[in-house]
């Protein structure tokens, strides 16, 4: 008998495991997408760099690698956010399935404790 509470109560509890087990993931994703895109500047700015010094006395080339290089930092800032855009709105995909999975559930429960809330006794 009392196996049936505790039943009840880890399947009421359940929902909120999965919404933090999606939180976790999508914080893990979006880390190493931060990670990977700090990388990426990192290296860009010293490839950068080595280029302006290789440039200086030429100013057509140093100011066409500076171009380079904004246009590749755009393009990793871009890309990043793309994916970290496509990441959130998976998550809140998932995050909406389990809330509505649960509110079916306990509209279900609740239905049988309190019959037609809405309606005057």
Do not use: W
């Amino acid at each position: 008998m009392e196996k049936q509470p505790i039943d009840e109560m880890s399947r009421a509890v359940q929902p909120l495991l999965d919404i933090a087990a999606i939180n976790q993931d999508i914080f893990q994703r979006m880390t190493e997408l931060q990670t990977e895109y700090m990388s990426h500047c990192l290296e860009n700015s010293l490839v950068q760099f080595k280029s302006a010094i290789d440039c200086i006395t030429d100013p057509q080339a140093s100011t066409q690698s500076q171009l380079d290089y904004c246009k590749t930092m755009e393009h990793l800032l871009s890309e990043t956010a793309a994916q970290e855009y496509q990441a959130i709105h998976q998550a809140h995909d998932k995050i909406n399935q389990v809330l509505e999975s649960s509110y079916k559930h306990h509209s279900r429960f609740l239905n049988g404790i309190y019959p037609n809330p809405t309606r005057p006794v």
